[in-house]
């Protein structure tokens, strides 16, 4: 029953930010390589048995085909098979998977590759959200060489709060996460008296104690963002859950929107374990 009450509890998450839509995504084009690209085999860790098991849904799977999905990817210029990339692979709240322009240079400044897939906005059923980051995840590993200690899950508000489940529920995957504007937990986060955020999926045991000692996150916030108490208040239970590294950022003035890409910059700083001066 309790697998249950979490799903019904993310589902109605999930609607709230569909409601809310992708609010002030860019829509200039990327400067890096860009294709779109398909993939024909799915992540050995992305079936039903492994969701269940990290994020401990006992529900029925929606209809997925890897197949069926297309991905867009970001390759830098300067990409060479000589060196291993960094990898952020990103959740949309809409379904394009756009950035802003200024990013991109952030991206090639830390050595990034970039993936997201199409139609995973806030829409798209949470489970295939999480089988198509997967997914993209595996086969950019496959086809690119990837650093697998620099692999980042990343999102925007909606997407954002798939990104911080994933983080968690795939420590094991995922090195690091970067939240912008929304995140969820594992746990209850209790604001105040009588008001708390709902738990949202509850996590593999071993993959979590690897989540707080090896993982790390990066949430951003505005000063005007909706999502501000939620981000602060997820912040403080991640430091009382005891992970290790886990940092919070709040751009002055920026309401619910996508933050500059000086900000991206930092928080990749972060997940990197560069020396970083928080604002």
Known sequence: MR??????????????EAVAGPADESTKPGAFEE?????????????????VRHFGFRV????????????????????????????LVWISAGDEPIIPADWEAELENHGMLFVSAHHSGN????????????DATCNICR????????IYIAGFS???RIASMLGVAYA?????????????????????????????????????????????FALVTGE???????????????????FRQVVCFEVPGMRHAMPPGKTLGAALDYLRHTQVSVR
């Not at 697998?3 to 709230?16: E, I, R, S, Y």
């Not at 029925?60 to 960094?86: A, C, H, K, Q, W």
Request: charged share 25%; proline share 5%; glycine share 6%.
């Open 35 to 51: 294709r779109d690209v398909q993939f024909t085999q799915a992540a050995p860790y992305s079936d039903a048995t492994n969701l």
């Open 60 to 87: 029925d799977m929606p209809e997925y085909s890897i197949t069926n999905e297309s991905f867009r990817l970001l390759v830098p210029r300067t990409y060479s098979t000589r060196e291993s990339r960094g990898l």
């Open 224 to 242: 005007h963002d909706e999502n501000r108490e939620n981000t602060q208040s997820t912040f403080s239970a991640f430091k009382r859950e005891g």
């Open 123 to 134: 829409l798209r059923h949470p489970l295939d959200r999480f089988r198509l980051a997967l």
């Open 172 to 216: 094991d995957v995922f090195s690091g996460t970067l939240c912008i504007c929304g995140v969820n937990f594992y746990k209850d986060v209790l604001v105040e008296k009588q008001k708390y955020y709902p738990a949202t999926f509850a996590p593999d045991p071993g993959v979590l104690l690897l989540g707080k000692q090896s993982s790390r």
């Open 3 to 16: 697998t249950w009450f979490l799903f019904l509890m993310l589902w109605h998450v999930w609607l709230l």
């Open 158 to 160: 909606g997407g954002a």
């Open 143 to 150: 086809q690119y060489k990837v650093d697998r200690r620099q």
